[in-house]
T-cell receptor, first 116, second 114 residues
Framework: DQQVKQNSPSLSVQEGRISILNCDYT??????FLWYKKYPAEGPTFLIS?????DKNEDGRFTVFLNKSAKHLSLHIVPSQPGDSAVYFC???????????????FGKGTLLTVNP | DSGVTQTPKHLITATGQRVTLRCSPR?????VYWYQQSLDQGLQFLIQ???????AKGNILERFSAQQFPDLHSELNLSSLELGDSALYFC?????????????FGPGTRLTVT
């Protein structure tokens, strides 16, 4: 049962345009969401996050939007640059029973290619 | 460089064997996480330790075990290896257990089971 889904395995955009990466989740108990970026032969690196009490968080060229009613998350990159070409993972966190531990669930990732 | 080190970088072994993957967290980080990335799969959370204590378990098989030592480094032990265990294994570390603490990932260990 895949609780975090990234339905687009790949996305190709032109340099300077907007990249929109999407993520859907099924577990309404997720309360914190993150995006990670991964280059080949490297580990993922944290990009941006959002708490479930917010609907938008912005950091430079990166903005994450959260629509809780639709259980949908998106990452906007504006403007897109060739160096943004990487695999992007969406992740969601849930507080486990016991009240002090968390578990992160990742999507399968979307390969973004930004063409010069 | 995330500050998280993983050894070895590559490991090739046969079915039925046992291997140990090692992770040294970023200086000051108390929490260590292990993830598995198989072909066509996202990152699967395996297990988390905080200051030597197991805190959360994910999709970790019974053939797999882990521990975190007093110096905070961690080891992931994989036994009775099967072909399907071939994957990239990532270790990550963070200051605390709350997800608002950024997780820093190591470069991974690529395990190939033949």
């Amino acid at each position: 049962d895949q609780q975090v889904k990234q339905n687009s395995p790949s996305l190709s955009v032109q340099e300077g345009r907007i990249s929109i990466l999407n993520c859907d989740y099924t577990n309404s108990m997720f309360d914190y969401f993150l995006w990670y970026k991964k280059y080949p032969a490297e580990g993922p690196t944290f990009l941006i996050s959002i708490s479930s009490i917010k609907d938008k968080n912005e950091d430079g060229r990166f903005t994450v939007f959260l629509n809780k009613s639709a259980k949908h998350l998106s990452l906007h990159i504006v403007p897109s640059q060739p160096g943004d070409s990487a695999v992007y993972f969406c992740a969601a966190s849930v507080l486990l029973s016991g009240g002090s531990n968390y578990k992160l669930t990742f999507g399968k990732g979307t390969l973004l290619t930004v063409n010069p | 460089d995330s500050g998280v080190t993983q050894t070895p970088k590559h490991l090739i072994t046969a079915t039925g064997q046992r291997v140990t993957l090692r992770c040294s967290p970023r200086s000051g980080d108390l929490s260590v996480y292990w993830y598995q990335q198989s072909l066509d799969q996202g990152l699967q959370f395996l297990i988390q330790y905080y200051n030597g204590e197991e805190r959360a378990k994910g999709n970790i098989l019974e053939r797999f075990s882990a521990q975190q030592f007093p110096d905070l480094h961690s080891e992931l032990n994989l036994s009775s290896l099967e072909l399907g265990d071939s994957a990239l294994y990532f270790c990550a570390s963070s200051l605390g257990v709350n997800p608002s603490y950024e997780q820093y990932f190591g470069p991974g260990t690529r395990l190939t089971v033949t």
